[in-house]
T-cell receptor, first 116, second 111 residues
Framework: KAGVTQTPRYLIKTRGQQVTLSCSPI?????VSWYQQTPGQGLQFLFE???????NKGNFPGRFSGRQFSNSRSEMNVSTLELGDSALYLC???????????????FGSGTRLTVV | EDQVTQSPEALRLQEGESSSLNCSYT??????LFWYRQDPGKGPEFLFT???AGEEKEKERLKATLTKKESFLHITAPKPEDSATYLC????????????FGTGTRLLVSP
C-alpha cells in the first residue's frame, strides 16, 4: 500500500520567489493537512483540506495558500519567500477530517525547503 | 489555547536501560492524544492514539499511558534502533481539530 507521497523532497529557492509543493495522500484518504516543521517551533499547523475545500487554517500569513484537487491530491504555495520560510513541510492524510483515529494521521517524508 | 510540553528535550540511554518520556498537555476537551516517532530526514511515524484517562497501549518495547494531564511513553530495555525523536500531539474534540504538537524528545540509545 503506497504511503503519502510528497514532491519534491528538496528545494532551494531565492528570497522573493514563490514555490509550489505537492502531496498525494494514501488511496482512499480524502483529508490532507499541511504542517511546517522548524527546529525552534516544532510542527505548526498550516491548513487542512477535505473535498477540495479548506476546512481550517493555522496562524500563517496569506503568502501561504493551498488547494486540493478532485483526486484528493493537494498542493501548497508560498509566495514572496522569506528566509524564515526555510523548513520541512509535511503533509498528512486521513480518511476524513478530524478523524486520525486508531491509526493516526499518516505523514509523508516532507519537502525540505531552503530559502537563500 | 491548547498546549503540549514534552520533557526531557533530550535523553541518552544505554542499551537495556529503561526510562520514560513525559508529555504534559492542556486542551479544552480531548479527542485523542497521539504519539509519533520521527527519524532524521523523515516524516513522523504513527505509534499510538490514546483517548481517555487510564488507557494504556503497547507496541514491542513501547508502552503509552494517559492521565487527565499527562501521557508517558515508557521504553523498556531499549535498543539502538529506538533512537529517534518522539513527538506527542493532542487533538480537541470540538471546533478546530488540528493536531497540536510538542517539540519532542530526542532519544539516543547507545550500544
Amino acid at each position: 500500500k503506497a504511503g503519502v507521497t510528497q514532491t519534491p523532497r528538496y528545494l532551494i529557492k531565492t528570497r522573493g520567489q514563490q514555490v509550489t509543493l505537492s502531496c498525494s495522500p494514501i488511496s482512499g484518504h480524502r483529508s490532507v493537512s499541511w504542517y511546517q516543521q522548524t527546529p525552534g517551533q516544532g510542527l505548526q499547523f498550516l491548513f487542512e483540506y477535505f473535498s477540495e475545500t479548506q476546512r481550517n487554517k493555522g496562524n500563517f500569513p496569506g503568502r501561504f495558500s493551498g488547494r486540493q484537487f478532485s483526486n484528493s491530491r493537494s498542493e501548497m504555495n508560498v509566495s514572496t519567500l522569506e528566509l524564515g520560510d526555510s523548513a520541512l513541510y509535511l503533509c498528512a492524510s486521513s480518511k476524513n477530517p478530524g478523524t486520525g483515529g486508531s491509526y493516526g494521521y499518516t505523514f509523508g517524508s516532507g519537502t525540505r525547503l531552503t530559502v537563500v | 489555547e491548547d498546549q503540549v510540553t514534552q520533557s526531557p528535550e533530550a535523553l541518552r540511554l544505554q542499551e537495556g536501560e529503561s526510562s520514560s518520556l513525559n508529555c504534559s498537555y492542556t486542551v479544552s476537551g480531548l479527542r485523542g492524544l497521539f504519539w509519533y516517532r520521527q527519524d532524521p530526514g523523515k516524516g513522523p511515524e504513527f505509534l499510538f492514539t490514546l483517548y481517555s484517562a487510564g488507557e494504556e497501549k503497547e507496541k514491542e518495547r513501547l508502552k503509552a499511558t494517559l492521565t487527565k494531564k499527562e501521557s508517558f511513553l515508557h521504553i523498556t530495555a531499549p535498543k539502538p534502533e529506538d533512537s529517534a525523536t518522539y513527538l506527542c500531539a493532542v487533538q480537541r474534540n470540538t471546533g478546530f481539530q488540528k493536531l497540536v504538537f510538542g517539540t519532542g524528545t530526542r532519544l539516543l540509545v547507545s550500544p
